[in-house]
């Protein structure tokens, strides 16, 4: 596999490099959810659009990242699922939305999945939880108060990635994610415990609940029952992280 990018997500593919030859895994372009510019998606949709020429030339498969977060699915009714009209409910879900459409009208094979909230070593500073691990250690927390995340954590998005490959899926979209999402106030808690401290917390009256569906997922991947998906894995995601980063 060829990967495309030098950022927190092409570093936590790399255990893949040696696998799925034809494959070109683009994993770079804008990662901040908030804060871009029109010239910073302007910037990923042309490095899309080449990428994507040069592996219709190729006859190579283009492994495309999208989002499966609450600016895809956040007005959603019901659990997000790739079969289904979207409305996306940030301008970061529009850009990923317009990008897949953009794919799909390429004419290079290709395969989509949407990320739930990864989590693992090395996470972009801006990133949700590097963020909370700052705020928890400073002595205080700033939350909204209707937000929640499904989190995964790196290690099982390699292996679902590696197995939905192997499948030799082409032109499909498929959301990686737990299937749980946790309010981001129980995220701080365990946080919190974890790291032995007691930050005061301060909300803010936003956010939005939802949900994603891991239905299409599991048909796919049987061995995502193996992966100890529950209401309490996020758990055992931020104890790695942790585990991971320095003191």
């Known amino acids: 596999?060829?990967?495309?990018?030098?950022?927190?997500?092409?570093?936590s593919?790399?255990?893949?490099?040696g696998r799925?030859?034809?494959?070109?895994?683009?994993?770079?372009?804008e990662s901040r959810t908030s804060g871009a510019t029109d010239a910073d998606y302007a910037r990923e949709?042309?490095?899309?659009?080449?990428?994507?020429?040069?592996?219709?030339?190729?006859?190579?498969?283009?492994?495309?990242?999208?989002?499966?977060?609450?600016?895809?699915?956040?007005?959603?009714?019901?659990p997000?699922?790739?079969?289904?009209?979207?409305?996306?409910?940030?301008?970061?879900?529009?850009?990923?939305?317009?990008?897949?459409?953009?794919?799909?009208d390429s004419g290079a094979d290709h395969l989509i999945l949407r990320l739930a909230h990864l989590v693992g070593p090395h996470g972009r500073h801006h990133q949700l939880i590097p963020t909370l691990v700052r705020q928890v250690r400073s002595g205080s927390v700033f939350l909204h108060?209707?937000?929640?995340?499904?989190l995964i954590g790196v290690a099982d998005m390699l292996t679902i990635t590696d197995r939905?490959?192997?499948?030799?899926?082409?032109a499909d979209t498929v959301n990686v994610a737990s299937g749980f999402a946790v309010p981001v106030d129980d995220i701080v808690d365990h946080l919190a415990r974890a790291l032995r401290?007691?930050?005061?917390?301060?909300?803010?009256?936003?956010?939005?609940?939802?949900?994603?569906?891991?239905?299409?997922?599991?048909?796919?991947?049987?061995?995502?029952?193996?992966?100890?998906f529950g209401p309490h894995y996020y758990r055992r995601v931020l104890n790695d992280f942790l585990a991971a980063e320095p003191a």
């Not at 108060?145 to 499904?150: K, M, P």
């Not at 909300?203 to 949900?211: H, I, K, L, N």
């Open 80 to 104: 997000g699922r790739e079969d289904a009209p979207v409305r996306p409910a940030t301008p970061y879900g529009a850009h990923k939305l317009a990008l897949e459409e953009q794919l799909r």
């Open 45 to 78: 949709a042309a490095l899309l659009r080449d990428i994507a020429k040069r592996c219709a030339a190729g006859g190579q498969l283009l492994l495309f990242f999208s989002t499966a977060a609450t600016g895809m699915y956040g007005l959603a009714e019901g």
């Open 197 to 228: 401290l007691t930050p005061r917390k301060t909300y803010v009256d936003a956010g939005a609940e939802y949900a994603i569906s891991t239905e299409k997922l599991r048909a796919l991947v049987p061995q995502v029952a193996d992966l100890g």
């Open 20 to 29: 799925h030859p034809g494959t070109v895994a683009l994993a770079a372009g």
């Open 145 to 150: 108060r209707r937000a929640v995340r499904d």
């Open 164 to 170: 939905l490959l192997a499948a030799g899926l082409r």
């Open 1 to 11: 596999m060829e990967i495309v990018g030098t950022g927190f997500l092409a570093r």
């Open 13 to 17: 593919l790399r255990p893949l490099a």
